[in-house]
């Protein structure tokens, strides 16, 4: 069918890319997914009453495009959106200190001989560096070079390795400039020794969240995108995605049983590098395939506690940094909207990351649960005895992760996908992104725009790449 363009993925990216085709112009447009509900990762779920989202899932207020649509959306009703100010923490040697970190506060809290090491090791570390050339090819050594030991070891060495599952050393020294900005060790030296410098704020400060989690937001976008007339399938595997003459024809997919085949003029992938280039078979160049296999993710178990008391903390995250912990970050979503939780209660999501298969991963629920009650029982203000309920939630291939070399495999495989005449990818999972969901959302609009065109507009697609893809050199 004419003007046809069938979308891989019912998440932020993918349906706001719809919305703007649909808004724009008179196209078709088909959207697949195999899961049973849309917003991908930003999807909500309910359990004993309350309304639970997989993960902490705001957008931010910066007046741009995503904001836009997120109030647009709810236009007839605004007062369904909540706005506030992010309130983060990390738990540190058995202390919380506010994120990003608070001179005063670390001047009162850490040990002054621990403050007077890292000052000293920073120092010691920039005078060495300054005389002594060394390559920096990997995430330790960036972040040994930049704020010696003690303080790399502390804030980024036993998170990035608990995290990611693997030594620092072989990580990307680009996951760097991807998910650590604004961090300035020269301006947090003055402050501490009270000449200068100024607070660094972090990438975003203040979100706008719905009411009733954030599924509601991507509920709400479906909704008009069928009112205009597109088609989401849900529950549909995708089976096959030929490519005749550089281009892609129809995709097949099987939905309730049933094989289907979806004419296709122009194709709009929001999935996976490896599993969309496993999806054209032999159509894809073997050097593809292989660049694509060395692509690997983290996946997450996330582990829901209720209590029975109003709220745990005041904040809508903390991070737990040391290898102590196996838990990455806590959420209480009751922070950023009370309406998600029965009255009188709250709830703790904690996230585990993990491999598809590893030992965690095949843990049983009761057997991630007694893990989370021991982290639990570590952090002094979680009153375990109160924990009334558990759920426990996978989520495989979630996190993309940056090992050495990673930009080269995902620059053959975004490269061969532009050389097809009607391929373009997106999303945090389509280009092998470290992003969040305003950005994905960004990200769909921004190609819906170009698609809606009546005639492709391949410079302006080249454009989006150099845009959103920064780890690869593009001159």
Request: charged fraction near 25%; proline fraction near 4%; aromatic fraction near 10%.
């Amino acid at each position: 069918m004419a003007d046809s363009v069938v979308i891989l993925g019912a998440g932020p990216a993918g349906l706001a890319c719809a919305h703007r085709i649909l808004r724009d112009s008179g196209k078709r447009v088909v959207i697949v997914d195999k899961a049973p509900v849309v917003g991908g990762a930003g999807a909500s779920f309910g359990w004993k009453g309350h309304t639970l989202d997989y993960g902490p899932h705001a957008f931010h207020t910066r007046g741009d495009e995503p904001e836009q649509l997120v109030r647009s959306l709810f236009a007839s009703d605004p007062e369904v959106l909540l706005e506030g100010r992010k309130q983060v923490h990390v738990y540190l040697k058995g202390k919380r200190f506010r994120y990003p970190l608070q001179v005063r506060e670390a001047l009162l809290k850490f040990n002054p001989i621990l403050s007077l090491r890292i000052i000293a090791e920073f120092v010691i570390t920039s005078i060495f560096h300054a005389l002594v050339s060394i390559p920096i090819d990997n995430f330790e050594n960036w972040g040994r070079t930049r704020f010696g030991g003690t303080l790399y070891q502390m804030s980024f060495g036993d998170y990035t390795e608990k995290v990611w599952k693997t030594s620092p050393a072989k990580i990307s020294e680009k996951f760097a400039s991807e998910k650590i900005q604004g961090f300035n060790f020269v301006n947090l030296v003055k402050r501490l020794l009270r000449i200068g410098g100024q607070v660094t704020e972090p990438y975003y400060q203040t979100w706008i969240y719905h009411r009733h989690g954030s599924g509601r937001i991507y509920d709400r976008m479906a909704q008009e995108i069928r009112a205009r007339g597109g088609e989401i399938l849900l529950g549909a595997d995708i089976k096959a995605i030929p490519i005749d003459d550089k281009r892609v024809r129809c995709v097949s997919i099987e939905q309730g049983g049933a094989p289907r085949g979806l004419p296709c003029e122009t194709l709009v992938s929001t999935i996976g590098l490896p599993q969309l280039v496993k999806l054209m078979g032999d159509g894809v160049p073997f050097s593809v395939r292989h660049a694509a296999s060395k692509l690997a993710y983290t996946s997450l178990v996330l582990v829901y506690l209720e209590f029975d008391v109003e709220r745990v903390s005041d904040d809508h995250w903390f991070y737990l940094l040391e290898k102590e912990f196996a838990f990455n970050r806590v959420t209480e979503q009751k922070n950023l909207s009370p309406h998600t939780m029965e009255p009188g209660k709250t709830v703790l999501s904690l996230e585990l990351t993990c491999r598809v298969g590893d030992d965690l991963w095949r843990k049983s629920d009761e057997e991630v649960f007694e893990l989370a009650k021991q982290d639990c029982r570590r952090i002094h203000f979680v009153p375990v005895e109160r924990i009334t309920g558990y759920v426990v939630k996978r989520v495989p291939n979630v996190y993309e992760i940056y090992y050495k070399h990673f930009d080269q495999h995902a620059d053959v495989v975004l490269g061969h996908l532009r050389e097809l005449e009607n391929v373009v990818s997106i999303g945090r999972r389509g280009l092998f992104l470290q992003g969040d969901m305003h950005q994905a959302v960004e990200m769909g609009l921004a190609m819906g725009s170009l698609l809606a065109a009546e005639t492709p507009d391949r410079d302006g697609v080249r454009r989006f790449y150099e845009r959103y893809v920064r780890y690869v050199d593009h001159n």
